[in-house]
């Protein structure tokens, strides 16, 4: 029963994203192994769709750490569980909360211990900068407790890259890329500190190479640069060592403007989406105060309401005239839809 619910969720969630996202773009997916334990360490700038691209487009029913405080009501804590989030404590959660994180980091050790794949945002918060900020700890903890525990455990650490055009805007474009493997064991050695130090300053040079990575000292004239050229964000790689070389090595990537058919495209999607439009501007939106979380919420109103709102509209074309009608509607509106954010 657990796997057909977290099969369904996941592709109702990949259909979702096919209307949400202008392109979603996969790489080296190749390298997630299918059979081993495995700890994903991505980049965190999105939020909750962070999580959704990895668990959609990774190939593993994978847990995740997720920050204790969207467990606070119990139905959505029984949901979020359903799905295989775990909850982590912050020091903002309060120091009392922090010893619960040992249960949670015991759990990951055993899940792993039974080659599970464990989503891990090592950052320890999202942040829409273009940048990866320090590693936390809380990661190492759990590769070295589990293998303190079971040594000859072949686990696995891959880090991600998770890459936006636009991360708030709708619609937007992303693309994910999948580093090589990495054994876990060839940190281990009798001085923990080092290990750890070691380890944190790997994953992070990993996951450098995977998304954009302006340093912070010169972080806002290096990406007003990056924007006045154009750059393809979804190209890392590109956009790294254009950095790296001070601007002396770059190739632009032209972008369409939007154009009138653009324009008109837009201008019907939100008529045939309305009410679910009206409610996202008016009702939902003013209230998310982080703009982190905007593309996530926006994305849960998208895959929520647009779904009724299409089964209301069939029904009522149904009643008022016939099926054949209806189908009509639907299909137009769904045509709609993928020209809308495609384009």
């Not at 190479?209 to 154009?230: A, C, G, V, W």
């Amino acid at each position: 029963m657990k796997f057909l619910w977290l099969t369904f969720v996941r592709a109702y969630l990949s259909v979702g994203m096919f209307f949400y996202f202008r392109r979603i773009k996969i790489y080296d997916v190749k390298y997630v192994p299918k059979n081993k334990p495995i700890l994903l360490l991505s980049n965190h700038q999105n939020a909750l769709l962070d999580a959704l691209i990895i668990a959609t487009k990774s190939g593993r029913f994978s847990y995740f750490l997720t920050r204790a405080a969207v467990f606070k009501k119990p139905l959505i804590a029984k949901i979020l569980k359903s799905l295989q989030m775990l909850p982590v404590y912050r020091i903002r959660d309060g120091w009392g909360n922090i010893s619960n994180n040992n249960a949670i980091f015991e759990a990951c050790s055993e899940l792993l211990t039974e080659n599970a794949c464990v989503v891990i945002f090592p950052e320890g918060n999202h942040n829409l900068n273009r940048t990866v900020r320090p590693l936390s700890k809380g990661f190492t903890r759990i590769v070295f407790d589990t293998l303190e525990k079971h040594p000859n455990l072949d686990l696995q650490l891959l880090p991600v890259g998770v890459n936006y055009r636009h991360a708030h805007k709708f619609p937007d474009s992303t693309s994910v890329y999948f580093g090589k493997p990495i054994a876990a064991t060839q940190f281990i050695s009798d001085n923990r500190n080092n290990d750890v130090m070691e380890l944190k300053a790997r994953i992070h040079a990993e996951i450098t190479q995977l998304t954009t990575h302006i340093p912070s000292e010169s972080y806002q004239e290096t990406l007003k640069r990056l924007e006045d050229l154009n750059f393809d964000f979804l190209d890392p790689k590109a956009v790294n060592a254009c950095i790296k070389s001070n601007f002396e090595n770059y190739n632009i990537q032209k972008f369409k403007k939007k154009n009138i058919l653009s324009r008109i495209l837009k201008f019907l999607f939100i008529i045939v989406f309305i009410v679910p439009y009206v409610i996202w501007k008016f009702a939902v939106k003013p209230k998310v105060k982080e703009i982190e979380f905007v593309s996530t919420f926006r994305f849960a109103v998208a895959i929520t309401l647009a779904p009724l709102w299409l089964a209301s509209l069939f029904v009522a074309m149904l009643l008022c005239f016939n099926i054949v009608t209806a189908c009509f509607v639907i299909i137009v509106c769904l045509v709609v839809a993928i020209a809308a954010v495609k384009s």
